[in-house]
Nanobody, 125 residues
Framework: QVQLVESGGGLVQAGGSLRLSCAASGRYYAMGWFRQAPGKEREFVTAITWSTGMTYSADSVKGRFTISRDYAKNTVYLQMNSLKPEDAAVYYC?????????????????????WGQGVQVTVSS
């Protein structure tokens, strides 16, 4: 059974850093992170293709957030630096098992078939 287990969330002051982890039970073509704040739609944060390491990121996090993967641990990480209050949300790990025809598809939640349970990130101002 496919499992994605997130960890690493918590409370941090604005300007601080957090690292989220997503341990996968299987190997996927691509994995990523979305987030959802109260009253808002789930939005794309970043994604990475497992074999090539190609990354895709939302403009709002470029230069601050970095996604990476560890083959040995079958884990994807989201390093979040210079956190802002508007980054506060539940962060969801996601995965897809095959390639997508267009790179822009990585930005859409519908492109992913597997989801973790989510982890809370709170940023105090």
């Amino acid at each position: 059974q496919v499992q994605l287990v997130e960890s690493g969330g918590g409370l941090v002051q604005a300007g601080g850093s957090l690292r989220l982890s997503c341990a996968a039970s299987g190997r996927y073509y691509a994995m990523g992170w979305f987030r959802q704040a109260p009253g808002k739609e789930r939005e794309f944060v970043t994604a990475i293709t497992w074999s090539t390491g190609m990354t895709y990121s939302a403009d709002s996090v470029k230069g601050r957030f970095t996604i990476s993967r560890d083959y040995a641990k079958n884990t994807v990480y989201l390093q979040m630096n210079s956190l802002k209050p508007e980054d506060a949300a539940v962060y969801y790990c996601t995965a897809r098992s095959g390639p997508t025809g267009y790179s822009r598809n990585y930005y859409y939640a519908e492109s992913y078939g597997y989801w973790g349970q989510g982890v809370q990130v709170t940023v105090s101002s």
